[in-house]
């Protein structure tokens, strides 16, 4: 009986296995017949060519064992440009692939309640964007990202892709709103390259990764995001070239290189700034916010390499525009050929009198709340005319 048993597991399986399928595909028409019939572990090979604004709804689900695979015939041969209108590929299940390609010369329009998109991973679980290309695109309305992960998913991933060259974009933005925060986002391992100063007049929507859009009602939520061992390289597109808007996500082994903005907690608490690595620039990492770990990053010619801000309000319950730094541990850090170390109070006193909308964001507009019970040890310094600096 118990050889029977496991003869009749292994038949079991061996047909799993053979009702997965590879389907290739040269249309949205195609792609979208298909996909009543997709299983865990089938593949869908998009075929070499040059594509432009499909509108797909993708609900596939996998397994871990048996992911579905949506791919490049030739990775870079599969070519999506031209003007997009809605999302390319916009993704509700779990445990699916897409990888291998290229979005170039893309333009993303806004119009009628529609953006254009690329990439979107709405409430899905365990999907991934891998080793895909986006160079070159431009959008046509302020604040419009080329990939989102939005929703109540968890644990998707961006990984080995490239962004370079896009124009008045953001690259990445893990979207949180009241109702929904995605959970353990992975973004790693990519490169972001050669981006410009965005032409938006207030000089903001212009970052590669962001995490979180609300500073004020939403930065207490928790998106435990991790964002490491990616590379920024010549990315100018506005101050913040990572925004951080939300609470407990780690920001780790990533490099930056010739940057005009900086690794900003704009909003949000208790995050982590680790092993870093930043090379020239005009800008290091900027801290606003309660209990960030700021740690063993090297910092190397930038003017002032860490700024603790002022804020209009304190702690974790008051609210207020910018909240001051506090509670925060800023320690083995190495910083060198810079004109300040750490600067512990930067924007004294500024006045943002009618610069926002307060009653979107509730929020006295004076900035004069110091940054205050911050841990600041054993950090060194080379080459740096003024260590610490406290105003």
């Known amino acids: 009986m118990k050889k029977l048993a496991l003869s009749l597991f292994v038949l079991i399986l061996l047909a799993q296995t053979s009702l997965a399928t590879t389907y290739t595909i040269k249309s949205e028409e195609e792609f979208k017949a298909i996909l009543p019939k997709v299983v865990p572990g089938d593949r869908i090979i998009i075929a070499n060519g040059n ?219 208790d995050c982590i700034i680790s092993d870093n690595v930043f090379e020239g620039g005009t800008g290091g990492i900027r801290i606003n916010g309660t209990g960030h770990t700021i740690t063993n990053n090297k910092i190397n010619n930038i003017k002032t390499a860490i700024r603790l801000m002022y804020g209009m309000a304190k702690g974790k319950e008051d609210t207020g525009f910018y909240i001051a730094a506090s509670n925060c541990t800023v320690t083995n850090n190495r910083i060198s050929n810079a004109t300040t170390g750490i600067l512990v109070g930067d924007s004294k006193n500024a006045d943002w009198t009618g610069k926002f909308d307060t009653k979107r964001y509730p929020s006295r507009v004076m900035q004069d709340v110091a940054p205050f019970d911050n841990k600041i040890s054993g950090n060194t310094f080379s080459t740096t005319k003024n260590q610490v600096v406290t105003q």
């Open 51 to 269: 594509y432009t604004n499909w509108n797909l709804t993708v609900p596939t689900k996998g397994t871990k064992a048996k992911p579905v695979l949506i791919m490049a015939e030739t990775p870079g041969k599969v070519i999506f440009s031209g003007e997009v209108n809605e999302t390319l590929f916009y993704f509700t299940g779990e445990f699916t692939t897409l990888s291998g390609i290229t979005f170039n010369a893309c333009t993303l329009l806004k119009a009628k309640g529609a953006s254009g998109l690329m990439v979107e991973f709405n409430t899905t679980s365990n999907c991934r964007l891998t080793d895909c290309r986006f160079t070159t695109n431009a959008v046509k309305g302020q604040f419009m990202p080329l990939v989102i992960i939005s929703g109540n998913g968890t644990a998707n991933q961006v990984d080995n892709c490239t962004f370079s060259g896009n124009v008045d974009n953001q690259d990445v933005q893990v979207k949180i709103t009241k109702d929904s925060c995605p959970q353990f986002t992975l973004i790693e391992n990519n490169v972001f390259t050669d981006k410009k100063r965005v032409s938006w007049a207030n000089g903001n929507g212009g970052e590669c990764v962001q995490i979180g859009q609300d500073p004020i009602l939403l930065g207490t939520k928790e998106a435990n995001a991790i964002v490491r061992s990616n590379r920024f390289i010549h990315c100018d597109g506005e101050n913040e070239v990572i925004s951080n808007k939300s609470s407990r996500n780690s920001y780790v082994k990533n490099y930056f290189e010739a940057n005009d903005g900086e690794l900003v907690m704009r909003g949000g608490h």
